[in-house]
């Protein structure tokens, strides 16, 4: 996530791209989440660029790299929870800012 905040130039928050510890359970999908983030839009608005939600269609078309379907509802959500608890993440670390 660094990475391609950096590519475009944004500094991200100390907190936002930490690498937490991820059970083995989790970690197919922290890995899926790290793929499908770093091709995350990022949109120009009145605060300066931010990111935006990942596409379903990119949720999806990452799944069978990690062993899932494309259509696997759990796969879907788990990656939309993580997806809304990083974008939480950096708008409330940009708030204090």
Do not use: C, N
Not at 1 to 11: F, L, S, T
Not at 14 to 24: H, K, R
């Amino acid at each position: 996530m660094r990475a391609a905040a950096a590519e475009k130039g944004v500094a991200l928050p100390g907190s936002v791209g930490a690498v937490p510890d991820v059970s083995p359970v989790a970690l197919p999908y922290w890995r899926a989440f790290e793929m499908v983030s770093s091709r995350r839009p990022w949109i120009a608005g009145p605060g300066g660029i931010a990111p935006h939600a990942i596409a379903v269609s990119e949720i999806r078309a990452v799944a069978p790299l990690w062993g899932f379907e494309d259509r696997d509802r759990e796969f879907v959500e788990v990656l939309l929870d993580m997806d809304a608890t990083y974008l939480s993440a950096y708008f409330d670390a940009r708030q204090q800012r």
